[in-house]
């Protein structure tokens, strides 16, 4: 059987600090990718002419960021009742700077694993491997990803 065409991807729990979660999609369709690779793209036209892109990189972030996560367990206390957050880019954005890097980075790790998740079915693809996972057991089953963990693959920061 060929393999599917079609994209449809989970979701993933990430465990974060002080006993908060996000959750995040397993994989990008088309669509979101396209979306993904343009965030915060502008043009640059000189003498009506396209002469390549400027990205801003600081929003960027931000919107990679809330395109991935699909929820979180983040509340505050307003009022004296917890509430939960909604998940935002404006909530990302008004995040203590700590806190936000440290989801910023789960996800990047997450974006990782999933890239080279997607290298290896390509690769097994290629190899004539009719029998291949369907495209939502792409990543590695790991029940949470601790983002203190991330290594040296981490997202460029820009101040």
């Given at each position: 059987m060929?393999h599917d065409r ?7 729990r990430?465990?974060?600090s002080?006993?908060?979660h996000?959750v995040?999609k397993t ?6 990718k396209?979306r993904?690779?343009n ?10 002419k ?6 801003d ?7 990679r960021?809330?395109l991935?996560i699909?929820d979180?367990s983040?509340?505050?206390e307003?009022?004296g009742k917890v509430?939960?957050i909604?998940?935002?880019v ?14 910023n980075?789960?996800v ?11 290298k290896?079915l ?25 983002p203190s963990s991330?290594?040296?693959d981490s997202p460029?920061?820009?101040?």
């Open positions: 060929a079609f994209c449809f991807p989970g979701t993933k990430i465990d974060i002080d006993g908060d996000i995040v994989g990008l369709t088309a669509g979101e396209r993904m690779d965030l915060a793209v502008t043009p640059i036209i000189d003498n009506g396209y002469v390549g892109d400027r990205v990189f600081t929003e960027y972030e931000f919107l960021t809330d991935w699909t979180w983040i509340t505050r307003i009022d509430v939960k909604p998940k935002s404006s909530s990302l954005k008004a995040m203590e700077e700590e806190d936000f890097e440290e989801i980075q789960a990047f790790k997450h974006i990782m694993e999933w890239m080279q998740a997607k290896s390509r690769a097994a693809r290629n190899a004539g491997g009719n029998s291949l996972p369907s495209k939502s057991t792409t990543l590695p089953s790991s029940e949470a990803t601790s991330s290594g040296s460029p920061t820009t101040h």
